[in-house]
């Protein structure tokens, strides 16, 4: 950020940003279907068009294997717009219902209007699709909206400030690239909804900044995801769908990828096994080349995950991988058996490529040990056992659910995505995200007939017996 306060050399400064957008959102445009579909229609052609420089910006920051760029982030995109631009009239239609006999006649109807700017910050791991899916919502909303991507994944952050203003109308939609300067010059001019994608110490940091103008906030945070583990299951079946979910998911720096495993002491060394053998199977004898992995973020992150692994508490607890390579951040699957509860590795969420299994004496523990931790975003169980289900289900509370499988709920349309507690507030995607960046208004018609006596003073005696 330049130092006498604009956002980008030759640019202008949040305020004057701000004061553009609200103007260009009083103008009306951004209401009709007509700018909000031409603006699907251009991220759906950039996408498109652009998915080979997607890719590469992608592979870039993460060293993303092509199959997980394109499935995890490029079609879910895509997915997405698609939707939108097929719902959009059928979204936008104010909803009819029914009115009271008391103030016949009249008609009642629900009509969704923008909000206004709308304010997106996105995170790192999956920096195009957590950037691009809730603008696109904010725009099906009819809102203009400003993405400020992450500048931990700076050649998607590039590329978006390069290619979004070629597709989309550049007076309404904007990005601004830069970091914590540029995100608090943005945080204190007023909004009208922020979706921040993050972590719960800057969501902290969001959220008071939003309370200066009442503006509402959606968080999407994370936490410590537990996959529960009864020694019914299919080992086979169950041991693929975990890893996919952990290390098949930007190798673990996914907010619903599996933090922790949780089994009885018998089970543990039959799934650490199967673990073991899937893993082998995956990424073969020497993960560390394996092109199906992608790399630890960055210096900081890779130095955080060797603390972990470092904690005296673990010692003689790795028994698959562990393997590191500090000049392409590079760290193996590592799976830990039976940590202790009170080791750094369970105090806060990994995001990496290390899971711990934690055992029990009987399966049931598993609720109180999960309920001793903040609220996380994914609870997982593999089980055969309907009633252990049925309990996962009701006393288990987390963003979304899974049983019998990880991560795969996340790209279904039909379900809302967030958080609770401490893994966030508020959720979106398809449908939840039009409604999340638009204001529901209760609206009454009348005409000027069916006058009633009884409701205006004098309140006279007989009104009252009335
Ligand atoms: P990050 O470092 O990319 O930060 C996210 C955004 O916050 C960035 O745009 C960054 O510029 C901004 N930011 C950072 N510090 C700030 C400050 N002091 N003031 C204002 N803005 C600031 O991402 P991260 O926090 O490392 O992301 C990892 C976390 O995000 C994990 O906890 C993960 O579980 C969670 N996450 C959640 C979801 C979800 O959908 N719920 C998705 C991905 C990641």
């Known amino acids: 950020m330049a130092d006498d306060g604009r956002l980008a050399a030759g640019g202008e400064s949040a305020g004057e940003l701000v004061k553009g957008l609200r103007e260009n959102y009083y103008s009306g445009r951004t209401k009709t279907y007509k700018w909000r579909a031409a603006q699907l229609k251009g991220i759906l052609k950039m996408i498109d068009e652009k998915e080979e420089e997607i890719m590469a910006a992608l592979f ?8 997980e760029s394109f499935a995890h982030e490029i079609s879910l995109a895509r997915s997405a717009c698609v939707l939108a631009l097929k719902e959009l009239h059928r979204w936008m239609k104010p909803e009819k219902v029914s009115s009271m006999l008391s103030v016949f006649p009249s008609s009642a109807e629900i009509v969704t209007e923008p909000l206004g700017l709308v ?28 993405l400020k991507p992450s500048e931990i994944s700076p050649s998607t952050s590039a590329l978006f400030a390069r290619l979004l203003p070629d597709y989309v109308d550049g007076s309404c939609i904007k990005v601004v690239e830069g970091s914590i300067p540029e ?17 719960a110490r800057v969501g902290r940091i969001i959220m008071s900044a939003a309370a200066k ?82 790399r630890v973020v960055n210096s900081n992150h890779f130095a955080r995950l060797t603390k972990l692994l470092d904690d005296e508490k673990l ?11 500090e000049k392409n951040l590079k ?21 990496g490529p290390l899971l711990p299994i934690i055992t029990v004496d009987n399966i049931e523990k598993c609720f109180d040990l999960i309920n001793s931790k903040p609220k996380p975003l994914a609870a997982y169980l593999f089980t055969k056992n309907k009633k252990l289900e049925e309990k996962f289900v009701k006393d288990v509370s987390s963003g979304g659910m899974l049983i019998n499988d990880t991560a795969l709920h996340f790209a279904n349309p039909n379900f809302p995505f967030g ?25 009454l018609h009348r005409s000027f007939a069916g006058e009633v006596s009884a409701r205006y003073p004098p309140y006279t005696t007989k009104k009252q017996k009335f």
């Open 60 to 67: 870039e920051d993460l060293s993303k294997p092509k199959l």
């Open 119 to 146: 304010l997106v910050i996105s995170a790192w791991n999956y920096p195009f699709l957590l950037a691009i899916d809730p603008v696109i919502g904010a725009i099906s909303a009819g809102n203009t909206v400003v």
């Open 183 to 199: 995100t608090t010059a943005l945080l204190e001019q007023k909004w009208d909804k922020i979706l921040y994608t993050g972590n």
């Open 213 to 294: 103008y009442l503006t509402p906030v959606i968080l999407e945070l994370g936490g410590k995801c537990p996959v529960v583990v009864d020694s019914d299951v299919n080992l086979n079946v169950t041991s693929k769908r975990i890893a996919v979910g952990k290390w098949g998911s930007n190798n673990g720096q996914a907010c619903i990828a599996p933090d922790y495993i949780i089994t009885t002491k018998s089970f543990a060394p039959k799934l650490a096994e199967a673990l073991k053998i899937t893993l082998e199977k995956f990424y073969g004898e020497d993960p560390l080349k394996s092109e199906d992995l992608a």
């Open 315 to 325: 010692s003689g607890k790795i028994v698959h991988g562990g393997m590191k390579d």
């Open 331 to 351: 760290i193996a699957p590592t799976l830990l058996l039976d940590v202790p509860h009170d080791s750094l590795i369970m105090e806060e969420e990994i995001f």
């Open 419 to 443: 958080g609770v507690g401490e893994s966030g507030m508020g959720s979106y995607h398809a449908k939840f995200s039009f409604d999340a960046f638009s204001h529901k208004k209760a609206v």
